[in-house]
């Protein structure tokens, strides 16, 4: 089946630093990548949509120039936090889906991102 | 906009018993894709079960099957001979084919917990 490869799964790193953090589909191309934000025990926020070749979508409230993101092929996406801080600490989620219009979202493994 | 309502933030049930998870939505589409994800400890995100809405028939995979009441904007998880493995979080979640990208809209989720 189709997979869905985020790295790095935990990162933990002092306040101001960027991070980056990618999502690969392994063996399908992916024109549309998700990034969510997930806090304990409660729901995926979808914070922004992510199209190959073009400006990423972002969801209300999100800040476009805190979470940069970059999808420059079909099977790789980037989102990178700049400037960090503790209040960015989270769990961060991609899933890229398939052209197909049938087919589901697949979701990357997530990334812990805790902030010093 | 879509909404999806879980109205059940926890569930129990007792290995090898029946469980079933409530999950209604919101919409004035007629054409959509409905889904269940599970989520365990691992946070990895997993698809369940999924049905599109101009099927009438029940989705049905293994253990897991759904009522879906398109009348009633209704989409309940059956697990039939709940196993330890079972035990997750679980993920109502909605997908309009003509939204931006197709993005899933995700419920509040329903934590399970299976007794042995």
């Known amino acids: 089946g189709a997979v869905v490869s985020q790295h790095p799964s935990w990162v933990i790193c002092k306040s101001g630093t960027s991070v980056k953090i990618e999502c690969r589909s392994l063996?399908?191309?992916?024109?549309?990548m998700f990034w969510y934000r997930q806090f304990p025990k409660q729901s995926l926020m979808l914070m922004a949509t992510?199209?190959?070749?073009?400006?990423?979508?972002?969801e209300q409230g999100v800040e476009k120039d805190k979470f940069l993101i970059n999808h420059a092929s079909l099977t790789l996406s980037t989102l990178t936090v700049t400037s960090a801080h503790p209040e960015d600490s989270s769990f961060y989620i991609c899933?890229?889906?398939?052209?197909?219009?049938?087919?589901?979202?697949?979701f990357g493994d997530g990334t812990r991102l805790s902030i010093l | 906009a879509q909404t999806v309502t879980q109205s059940q933030p926890e569930m129990s049930v007792q290995e090898a018993e029946t469980v079933t998870l409530s999950c209604t939505y919101d919409?004035?589409?007629?054409?959509?894709?409905l889904f269940w994800y599970k989520q365990p400890p691992s946070r990895q995100m997993i698809l369940v079960i999924r049905?599109?809405?101009?099927?009438?028939q029940n989705a049905t995979e293994n253990r897991f099957s759904v009522n879906f009441q398109k009348a009633a904007k209704s989409f309940s998880l059956k697990i039939s001979d709940s196993q330890l493995g079972d035990a997750a979080m679980y993920f109502c979640?909605?997908?309009?084919?003509?939204?931006?990208?197709?993005?899933?809209?995700f419920g509040e989720g329903t934590q399970l917990t299976v007794n042995p």
């Open positions: 992510s199209n190959e070749g073009s400006k990423a979508t972002y």
């Open positions: 979640a909605y997908r309009s084919p003509l939204a931006s990208g197709s993005r899933l809209t």
């Open positions: 049905q599109e809405a101009y099927k009438q």
């Open positions: 063996d399908f191309q992916a024109t549309t």
């Open positions: 899933s890229a889906r398939d052209w197909a219009p049938l087919q589901p979202q697949h």
């Open positions: 919409t004035s589409e007629s054409d959509y894709y």
